[in-house]
């Protein structure tokens, strides 16, 4: 059974993190000076997920809304 | 109903069902365990019946504190707390005492604790009042109450408006009151209101708590202090017990005490706490280290990931629509299948698909409330939630199908609102499931052709076409609610129009203790003395209180038998909603049939003793010295000694057409009779009833009176009179009257008795019912006694749980009556 975009939102970041490695599929990550930057697929709509890049710890976990800051996020990859 | 030795046969009954279907009694065949699987008849299914809530039982230092005590103190120390306890009961007592910021006892089980703590806590001027879905182990504990005199009773189910009525009805009779809860209630996983039952207690200084938070502990609150003290610090009125044996992992149990007198007088005084075992080392050194876990901060780690699991469980149940009774954040969840034949159908699938998880029936729960109990650890992972609710969602619509039960049922038996989906969907399936059979449905015996009926049943008893024609005309427009019958009739004929079922029901006020001991009814009177309709319900029931024998014909060598018996059961239920009943009584069954129990019990009714009935079907003598060689030599001797001996100072009259004021006579010796037993406790039969015998040629009525000569005392009036029921060759003696005005110097129930008979036979009858009860009178006059039973089923068990409190008191006030005669 799918979640929608706000079901996920009332889980807690550690849910929301057990959520996307149970259920997700890691797209891309990208890795920028202090975050790393992971997105998921999970049922019918895409994660950003921003980790610390020093010790890995998971900071925010969102559907990812902005069509800009995708966009950024791959075109980020390509310049690398 | 008595909630009596047929109450354990009861219990005894479903549970083997449930052992025999290989479900209940199970043993896991793992030779080790880590995580949420075990290994049940060969296959391995993820464990949902678990209460240890943390998964901490596999945590590495909770096993280590464990082997560390056994290798310091030994498997056990075998000494009563009462004269030395272990060095670990100190530690752990101190971590405890930083847990609940309050004072601590430990006790080997929490059922351990209440029988330690109740009776030293409830004093002899004290009253206690139990909420009735509170845990068994209380239950059990406050009976050690009872039979100091101390005033014990039950309340519905986190009623607090009920509660505060009883505190200000008993305040002023008692120093205090004690209200016994659950913090999480076992079964359905709802919660007690704290937060309210405070505020009772800051209005109310006579009201204690005393409140069983097993399933709460660990898993809410500062330090997994428990869901009650989540709430605050514990209400310097309360008394806290707590579970070790669930989500704390360890086994074993405290008692919270606001202050420490009240902990010392509990460790000095309480019972099992001075002679039963203590704790042992391991699940002391055990306790030790889960401790440690809760004073630290990945106490809350645990308890997030616990609501994590509960939330996504809630969400799962809601998106795939199962009907989910009670809605808390407690681990423990409740689906509603109504019946006990879809419980265990569910429970089965459920199990071939790799998931344990509990049946959740009577005594638990009321029959028809059955339900798929399970319960969500730290241990799941969401996919195995999700993949086990949507197994169950699947399989719930074939195992419905399977036993004919829509979701409407569940939610009506639940007192849930029916989703709209479900009501059309119900409506479409009955529209093309209509079957072959043709369902008759009447409102009086006049709309059924009388040769059919008096066919089918008119041979069974009193209820032949005139007899049911009587008791509508009595039993209907009269003034006193309990005097008003609802007369329904149901029969079911096959393709062909032969006749498969058919039975006539009536629905009235029934007092609970009909069938209770007679003590337990003295008890129950006086308290219908300020409130008539204490203990009572409303009963949907085959046949009627006036009358006897098989009420229901089923043909089962028909094919549509089952079917048949289906339609009765929906149309009962039916008719419990259309009259808001309680109860629904299928009864007066005389042969054994295991086929017939398992059916019924599997469609959510339970099988109920009833008194023996007793029959004289051997009317073939021609002389009273023929009679008595049929007799057994007591009864033989027995007849000779008290009845032949004064037969001739009697008079027998038949009469038939009394005036109002020997009527009104009449009616009085009834009541002289009925007033004077309890055993089978019924309201008096209106008066209207015994005038209209008289206008039908079936009632039989003879007075039995002293000849002239014989009454010294001069009365000049019947010492007996009878009213007997004559149909199809039977004879029924139905209501008996008594003046025991020559009670010591004449037998005159025995002479009424003989004279019945004797009638009988004058009537050419060839059998005769003589009713339940006054069972050695008449087996000395040739009645064999028949084993009669019948089926049950209640919507709440509320008023069979308060009935079953008055058992202690049983042997209290033996109201053993001068005559155990009853109109019935």
Known sequence: MILSKSEFCQFSLKAKKRLVMEYGELLLDRCFVEEKVCIYKIYEFHVEAIYNAQNNELIKMEPIYSIPLLKYYVTSSRRK | ??????????????????????????????????????????????????????????????????????????????????????????????????????????????????????????????AVIIDHQAHNSIQTACNLLKPKGIHVELVRHNRLDLLEEKIKELKNKHEKIWYMADGIYSMYGDACPVKEIYALMDKYKELNLYVDDAHGMSCFGINGSGYVMSFGALHPRAVLAVSLAKAFATGGAVLVFPDKELARKVRTCGGPLITSGPMQPSALGAALASAKIHLSDEIYELQNTLQDNIQFARLMIKKYGLPIISASAAPVFFIGVSLPKLGYNMVHRMLNEGYYLNLGIFPAVPMKNTGIRFTITCLHTFSQIEKMIERMAHHLTIALNEEEISMNQIYSAFKLPIPSDVQIEEQVVSILNAGSLVIEKHKTIHAIEQNEWDNLLGANGSFDWNGLQFLERSFTNNKIAEENWEFDYLMVRDENNKIILATFLTTAIWKDDMLSHSSISAQVEEQRINDPYFLTSKVVSIGSLLTEGEHLF???????????????????????????????????????????????????????????????????????????????????????????????????????????????????????????????????????????????????????????????????????????????????????GLDYSYHKEYRVYKQAMYSAIKRAKNLNCTKMYMGFAADSEKKMFGAKPRATYGYMQTKENYNLEVLGSYNAFQNKQSTKTKNDIISI
């Open chain 2, 1 to 126: 109903m008595a909630k009596n030795s047929s109450f354990i046969d009861t219990i005894d009954q479903i549970i083997t069902d449930g052992v025999k279907k290989g479900i209940l009694h199970l043993n896991n065949e793992d030779e080790f365990l880590e995580g949420n699987l075990i290994k049940l008849k060969g296959k391995d299914v993820v464990n949902f019946g678990s209460c240890s809530y943390l998964g901490l039982e596999f945590d590495r230092r909770l096993k280590d504190g464990a082997i560390d005590a056994i290798e310091k103190y030994g498997t056990q120390f075998s000494e009563s707390r009462a004269y030395v306890s272990i060095k670990l009961y100190k530690d752990l007592e101190e971590h405890f005492e930083k847990i609940f910021k309050a004072h601590v006892l430990i006790s080997p089980t929490t059922t351990l604790g209440h029988i330690a703590a109740i009776p030293v806590l409830v004093s002899q001027n004290d």
């Open chain 2, 554 to 736: 089923l043909d089962k060598n028909s094919a549509h038998w089952k079917s048949a018996l289906q339609i009765l059961f929906k149309y009962i239920s039916q008719l419990q909603e259309k009259y808001e009943a309680n109860n629904i009584m299928i009864r007066d069954f005389i042969s054994e049939d295991p086929e017939i129990d398992s059916y019924f019990i599997d469609n959510g009714y339970f099988k109920i003793n009833m008194p023996n009935s007793y029959v004289v079907d051997d009317m073939n003598w021609k002389s009273t010295d023929e009679y008595l060689q049929r007799l057994s030599s007591n009864g033989r001797y027995d007849v000779k000694r008290y009845v032949l001996r004064d037969e001739d100072k009697f008079e027998v009259k038949i009469i038939t057409d009394p005036s109002e004021k020997d009527l009104e006579m009449y009616y009085n010796m009834y009541l002289n009779v009925k007033n004077n037993s309890l055993t089978l406790n019924t309201f008096n039969l209106p008066f209207k009833a015994f005038k209209n015998m008289i206008s039908l040629k079936q009632w039989d009525i003879t007075t039995l009176s002293l000849k002239t000569e014989f009454d010294i005392k001069n009365l000049n009036k019947p010492l007996a009179v009878m009213f007997c029921y004559v149909a199809c060759n039977n004879y029924v003696p139905m209501i008996l």
